[in-house]
């Protein structure tokens, strides 16, 4: 039993020589072969990483970069709108994709019913349904934004009246300069109309809920 | 003399297949008329010295020695890559008694696999991944290239085709109880071919970039992004950025054409490497034939 303990304990010097590597030298600690073996894997996983994290960061950039300025797009005078119904309009949102970079968005004048705090001189709603994204069309009969894909259905403050929807029709800031009513960046709203950062359709804003989808650095 | 008795011994074993080595340096072993094969025929031509024994098959030398050709060949190349050998494991398994075409699926799902690769190469020639062009080059190569409804359509419902194989492959394993000990790593293979499968039938989709293309795929990215935590970026990495834009066509093309397609090719070859090592399962119902003895060897 003492001879054993005498091996391990033999095994456990850290000199090359005492554990008995052959080829092992005074004072080594660390045989040739390890270095080198620890040597190459560390060359190697340079390398990887010198192609495989340019690829990745290349990938995944736009994840965390906005890279559409904030802009402002004219839709009109201030005399083609008014405050009882809704008035379609078409703006681009993604440039350089042709047809499928432009939306459609609803514009109406606030009035006196809008009892949101939000500070826009014109509601503008967007119809990227806020369930899935499919695009709502607004029925003036019922004064309802209704959607083909899901049967989502809000009123005309764009709240959810019915269907799978999580959260309002997202809004589109506006200003008005010289008469003519001026477009700007998208934002989403909670069931109390409190505006959040653009969000994903299908992540909540009211709620606990909210906490699993975080703000995203790309809105 | 030595050197040209090897050459034709090594073809012989090729030709053959049985992996016995033949006699060395240019002995005549199968001499005998009975024997009739090419390598007796070339090897009497060529020696001389037997050529009297048997004069007849001196006639068709010549026609006999290009019929030799290929076996000769593949003796070339077996004998520097031993793909012989490595191709008799995989082919030339053993297998259970009752199998039956329910263990087809599996090589009929490869085969609809490689008839989408292959439609897919030549669809690459006229496809046009950008947002602006996408569809006026899917309606192109349909409409205007030749047999270009023949290869989009084999394309089209051969995706469907492998979806419904796949899981008819894998409800054979499932009912089968081929998944169990030792086969759990092909299962999960076969699991991620599966989801691999389902991805290329997503960002495939996109690509004609007609209504249903894009509305289809909106609604798929932000199935994505109601994941928590992670959906809204796993949504902008699919769509490069907040917005389905310029970037989101080419991203969905380079992952259905290069990154998915390479991914499944390889596990494509771990899962054959672990069918071809583990064998096929025997089907449920059938008993282990057991003889008595062999019980009590086994004990």
Sequence with gaps: MASLKDTDKQKRSPYTVDRGVPGGFEGETVTRRRLFEGGALAVGGLASAAFGLPALGFALGPLFSDPSPRRLRDVGAEAEFNDQTYIPRVITIAPDSGEAGKTTIYVRKRSQQDTDRLDQPYIVISTRCAHLGCPVRHVQASERFICPCHGGIYDRYGKVAGGPPVRPLDRFETVVQGGRVLVGDRFSLNSKLERFSTRDPSNHVDGLWQYIYPPRPTT | ?299
């Design chain 2, 1 to 299: 003399m030595k050197l040209f008795g090897r050459k034709r011994n090594t073809a012989g074993t090729a030709g053959t297949a049985n992996g016995s080595p033949t006699a060395d340096n240019g002995t005549p072993t199968n001499g005998a008329p009975s024997g009739g094969s090419t390598i007796t025929g070339r090897h009497v031509q060529g020696n001389g010295a037997n050529g009297k024994q048997h004069p007849t098959i001196d006639r068709s030398g010549l026609k006999r020695g290009v019929a030799e050709v290929p076996i000769s060949v593949a003796g070339w190349l077996d004998e520097r890559t031993g793909a012989s050998p490595a191709m008799r494991v995989f082919l030339y398994r053993k297998v259970p008694k009752g199998v039956s075409w329910w263990q087809t699926l599996g090589s009929a799902t490869m085969f609809a696999f490689v008839s989408q690769a292959v439609t897919g190469v030549f669809l690459a020639m006229y496809y046009i991944p950008s947002s602006t062009e996408a569809y006026e080059s899917t309606v192109y190569l349909t409409n205007e290239v030749f047999a270009g409804q023949l290869v989009r359509g084999m394309h089209r419902w051969g995706a469907s085709v492998m979806v419904i194989l796949i899981f008819l492959h894998m409800a054979r394993t499932f009912f089968f109880g081929a998944y169990k000990y030792p086969r759990e790593i092909n299962w999960i293979i076969g699991v991620v071919l599966l989801v691999l499968t389902l991805a290329m039938g997503l960002t495939g989709y996109l690509l004609p970039f007609d209504q249903r293309s894009y509305w289809a795929t909106i609604v798929a990215v932000n199935i994505n992004a109601s994941a928590p935590i992670l959906g809204p970026y796993l949504a902008d990495f699919l769509r490069g950025g907040a917005e389905f834009g310029a970037t989101t066509i080419p991203r969905f093309y380079a992952i259905h054409m290069l990154l998915v397609p390479g991914l499944i090719a390889a596990l494509i070859g771990a899962h054959l490497y672990l069918v071809a090592k583990l064998g096929i399962t025997a089907p449920p119902w059938l008993k282990a034939e057991k003889s008595r003895a062999l019980s009590r060897e086994e004990i």
